[in-house]
């Protein structure tokens, strides 16, 4: 109890804290006269005009915005009664990692938003401009869409006193507000592993706006400019295949939205998946398969250190994959060596049974020589002949086996590394069909 006060008394507290830190910076913003916080006309007038000339185009534009009675809480309108259209663009300067294990890719992006709010238009006697530029503070006393990711995981926005994220915001006469902004997110992604490590993934990263249905705000890519841009982006183990930008209208129970997408296609360089996982396993395979070939001197020991290297090369490979229900081509892969290995081991066993036996039947030659007469004295049929291998059986198996194991892993190997991957793949998902693609991302 007296804990759960405690914890009550420190939270009240750290909140009244960061309630007055932040009125003091907007005290430092906005100068020691002008208390903006409420936006009454009584508080405009203490605002001394010493002051507003001293913060010059800044504090002109609170007294405007006094003039003009704003409220940053109603969403504009147009004067036909038609949703206000928020125009995004997107620069993605980096994508950093696609992680399997995660599920999930995180970008950096300058992401652009502008909308026309009619309540904002001014003249040239406001400002003497066509255009104001404002400090990213001033994104308090304005509406802003409230955009939101819906797959996004992670973000991070600007933060005040950082280098790495900024924004910035410009107001025309008309009433156009552009804003930019740079945003860490991390987005989910489900990667669909079927064909790794010959796989493409599609990620997609959402748009829409969290409070306001399609009928008040709809959002729409910047088509007449670069909706979405992209820096030269080198991944590790993917290649941007292809990015494109979409848009869809969404339906939930508290209305229909609209959502932009853009989406990704990415196509896995399976370079790694070489160097760790296939050279190894040939290499593994080879080894068995040679080895086997000195017919009398492979032993069971190598075999079962053979078969080790595999089981540690698909612990290695499972421990990088998430657990998923479904087989992967690699499995497949990994599993065909392991069998192979394994075959191999279950082949040495045969030969050396079949050895065992021939060993056995010449040093005891009597046993099968040895005919038994039954009552009328007639000879009968060798009781141990069918055990009997000669060495030229035990070749020929030896023969053969080592052939369909060679025929059949190369065989398989052929159909894995050169006709598996170039079979055709399509990956589909309503929100990203290339059909409804608005425009395709400019690399710049
Ligand atoms: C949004 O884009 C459309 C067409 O791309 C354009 O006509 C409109 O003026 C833009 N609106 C804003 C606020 O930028
Ligand atoms: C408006 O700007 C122009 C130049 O941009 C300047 O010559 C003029 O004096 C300014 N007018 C006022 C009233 O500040």
Not at 46 to 58: A, I, K, M
Request: charged letters at 20%; proline letters at 4%.
């Amino acid at each position: 109890m007296l804990l759960l006060l405690l914890l009550f008394l420190l939270f009240g507290y750290s909140t009244s804290f960061t309630a007055d830190d932040q009125e003091v910076k907007m005290m430092k913003i906005f100068g020691s006269g002008a208390q903006l916080a409420g936006g009454g006309k009584n508080q405009f007038e203490v605002v001394d005009r010493e002051s507003v000339y001293q913060q010059g185009q800044q504090g002109q534009f609170l007294q405007f915005l006094r003039r003009i009675a704003y409220d940053r809480g109603q969403h504009p309108e147009n004067p036909n009664g038609e949703a206000v259209t928020v125009n995004i663009s997107v620069l993605i300067s980096n994508i950093r990692s696609v992680s399997e294990i995660n599920m999930d890719y995180s970008l950096e992006i300058f992401f652009r938003e502008s909308w026309k709010d009619p309540r904002l238009q001014f003249g040239v006697d406001d400002f003497n401009k066509t255009m104001i530029s404002l400090h990213e503070s001033y994104a308090d006393f304005l509406w802003r869409p409230d955009t939101f990711v819906p797959n996004a995981i992670n973000s991070k926005t600007p933060r005040d006193d950082s280098f790495t994220h900024r924004s910035l915001y410009r107001l025309k006469d008309d009433g156009t507000v552009i804003t930019s902004r740079r945003i860490s997110l991390v987005a989910e992604c489900s990667l669909d592993l079927t064909r790794y490590p010959f796989d493409k993934q599609l990620c997609k990263l959402g748009l829409e706006s969290y409070g306001y249905t399609a009928d008040q705000i709809t959002y729409s890519w910047a088509v007449d400019k670069n909706p979405l841009e992209m820096y030269p982006i080198r991944l590790p183990d993917f290649e941007i295949e292809k990015a494109y930008a979409t848009k869809r209208v969404v339906d939930y129970s508290t209305g229909s939205y609209t959502r932009l997408y853009a989406c990704f296609v990415f196509s896995r360089s399976a370079g790694y998946c070489y160097l760790q996982l296939i050279v190894p396993s040939v290499a593994i395979v080879v080894t068995a398969w040679l080895s086997l070939w000195r017919e009398s001197e492979s032993s069971f020991e190598d075999m079962i250190t053979i078969l080790m290297s595999i089981i540690f090369l698909l612990y290695s490979y499972n421990s990088v994959m998430p657990r998923v229900s479904y087989i992967k081509a690699m499995d497949i892969y990994l599993g065909v060596c392991f069998s192979i290995a394994f075959l191999s081991l279950i082949k040495l066993s045969i030969m050396t049974f079949m050895r065992l036996q021939i060993l056995g039947a010449q040093s005891s030659s009597g046993d099968y020589i040895q005919v038994h007469k039954d009552a009328n004295g007639q000879d009968e049929v060798p009781i141990r002949k069918k055990w009997i291998f000669s060495e030229k059986c035990m070749h020929i198996f030896h023969v053969l086996t080592q052939v369909l194991l060679f025929m059949f892993f190369t065989g398989f190997c052929t159909f894995f590394f050169l006709i598996y991957p170039r079979l055709p793949y399509h990956i589909t998902d309503p929100d990203c069909d290339p059909q409804i693609a608005v425009a395709n991302a400019v690399k710049i």
